[in-house]
């Protein structure tokens, strides 16, 4: 069994990079990452400093990880992800979330592409590995569900027909969600 997680959950950030169109436009990073834990975003406005006096009105944000643009998938990865996996072969449930508004690289980030796969391919890559490695020693059954909240309204992005799903609480089971698609994984 792993040690003791530290921790029940970790909060991490991932700075994109400007898109070829924002490029285009003339746009400027206005958000610096440092020293892998905290971000600041500068004003993008500039003033002449009479209405704010000497104020600055840059914000900063602490993280338990924050990985600048430059970042791969792989850096992501071994930093919020990889860690988990002997918990998940210890029984544990661990669950992903990425959040942000649209076009901030929540399904890039999670899923990637093909050349470069996302944090969730990865996941289930080192894990089947891992199963492979350990089968003699460890029974296992890996179910997989991919869920979106989006206006508060829970759709499950496996399923043929994304209707509104519901959240149903259970006193044995705890907090799920009924009726949602689940995969059995054997191989990525």
């Given at each position: 069994?792993?040690?003791?997680?530290?921790?029940?959950?970790?909060?991490?950030?991932?700075?994109?990079?400007?898109?070829?169109?924002?490029?285009?436009?003339?746009?400027?990073?206005?958000?610096?990452?440092?020293?892998?834990?905290?971000?600041?975003?500068?004003?993008?406005?500039?003033?002449?400093?009479?209405?704010?006096?000497?104020?600055?009105?840059?914000?900063?944000?602490?993280?338990?990880?924050?990985?600048?643009?430059?970042?791969?998938?792989?850096?992501?990865?071994?930093?919020?992800?990889?860690?988990?996996?002997?918990?998940?072969?210890?029984g544990f449930n661990c669950a992903a979330f990425a959040y942000g508004a649209t076009g901030t690289g929540k399904t890039h980030t999670m899923l990637g592409t093909t050349q470069d796969p996302g944090v969730m391919v990865l996941?289930?890559?080192?894990?089947?590995?891992?199963?492979?490695?350990?089968?003699?020693?460890?029974?296992?059954?890996?179910?997989?569900?991919?869920?979106?909240?989006?206006?508060?309204?829970?759709?499950?992005?496996?399923?043929?027909?994304?209707?509104?799903?519901?959240?149903?609480?259970?006193?044995?089971?705890?907090?799920?969600?009924?009726?949602?698609?689940?995969?059995?994984?054997?191989?990525?």
């Open positions: 069994m792993p040690h003791e997680l530290q921790e029940s959950f970790n909060v991490v950030v991932r700075v994109r990079p400007l898109s070829l169109k924002e490029k285009a436009q003339g746009c400027e990073t206005i958000v610096q990452v440092i020293e892998g834990k905290l971000i600041v975003v500068s004003d993008p406005f500039e003033y002449d400093g009479l209405l704010r006096g000497a104020r600055s009105r840059e914000k900063k944000f602490a993280f338990d990880c924050a990985f600048e643009q430059s970042s791969t998938q792989r850096d992501i990865f071994d930093k919020s992800m990889r860690k988990l996996i002997p918990y998940v072969l210890s996941t289930l890559q080192h894990l089947i590995e891992d199963i492979e490695t350990n089968k003699a020693r460890i029974d296992t059954k890996v179910t997989l569900s991919y869920l979106e909240i989006y206006n508060e309204e829970i759709q499950d992005l496996m399923a043929e027909d994304r209707g509104k799903l519901e959240l149903r609480e259970d006193l044995i089971k705890g907090v799920s969600v009924k009726s949602k698609t689940r995969y059995v994984a054997t191989t990525v």
